[in-house]
């Protein structure tokens, strides 16, 4: 059985489903490993230009797998400490993949996204959500704490220094409805209309310039670690500019709109 199933189902979009439901797709490194893969193997598919990750069953993912944490390879005569640190670096490795991917990644949130699952569905671009979806920043109910694999930095940006600190400190959940009003998913939608939601947006996005989205996409994070507003509106308006004056794009634009047609951007 594999425990990540890669699909491509829509034109130019690419869904990863986490596909161990009997254990909520918990984050065991046999998921995990798997799952790496088919990030650094997505992220070098020119053909995909969205990328939507999925859970099976009845989770997104329900963070570390407290019965069975499975095994990473190399670690032969390494000690506990030296092993867990190998540990945390491959799954912070997964969600800087997630971010330094040129596609964008769109979370189809099924159902619980706790813990690391949370923290997965915090590093994509967009998440959408159907009413059974839920949050938690399960490590504090744990004993230990709530913020791992970029938490801390993630979820305060994407709904607020407030109500993050509350839900991270009282490891409460957050149903859909609230995630919605907040911001973490910008739509609740039927659970059968959760994907064709999702390839409807990855079909808008498909349909515009690729290196237009590629820059948005590093801009957008860019500024979630910018220390300086006015240099980073530097970078904003190089990046404005380098799509401007190195393609045809604009002129295209300003045809098909005088035209009445979609534009065809060639980059």
Not at 22 to 42: C, H, I, S, T, Y
Not at 60 to 66: E, I, L
Request: charged share 20%; net charge negative; glycine share 8%.
């Amino acid at each position: 059985m594999s425990f990540v199933l890669v699909d491509r189902p829509h034109p130019n979009v690419t869904v990863i489903t986490l596909n161990r439901p009997e254990r909520m797709n918990a984050m065991a490194f046999d998921v995990m490993l798997p799952f790496k893969e088919q990030l650094d193997a997505v992220a070098h598919d020119n053909d995909t230009r969205v990328v939507i990750v999925t859970g099976a069953g009845e989770g997104f993912c329900s963070g570390a797998d407290q019965k069975m944490s499975g095994t990473i390879p190399h670690i032969d005569g390494l000690t506990p400490t030296v092993i867990a640190h190998r540990a945390g670096k491959l799954l912070d490795d997964i969600v800087l993949g997630i971010q330094e991917m040129p596609q964008p990644v769109i979370a189809a949130v099924n159902g619980a996204a706790v813990g690391g699952g949370l923290c997965l569905a915090a590093a994509c671009d967009i998440r959408v959500g159907s009413p059974e979806a839920y949050f938690r920043a399960a490590g504090i109910n744990n004993g230990l704490t709530a913020t791992e694999l970029g938490l801390s930095f993630l979820l305060p940006r994407i709904i607020g220094a407030g109500r993050s600190t509350e839900l991270m400190l009282t490891g409460r959940d957050m149903d859909a409805a609230e995630a919605e009003r907040c911001g973490l998913l910008t739509s609740v939608v039927p659970r059968e209309q959760l994907l064709p939601t999702c390839f409807e947006i990855a079909d808008r996005i498909a349909g515009l310039s690729r290196i237009g989205i590629e820059l948005t996409k590093k801009m957008t994070l860019a500024g979630l670690e910018a220390t300086s507003f006015r240099s980073h509106m530097r970078h904003e308006m190089n990046a404005q500019l380098y799509v401007r004056l190195t393609t045809k794009n604009w002129d295209e634009s300003v045809a098909a709109r005088a035209e009445g047609r979609a534009p065809n951007f060639r980059d």
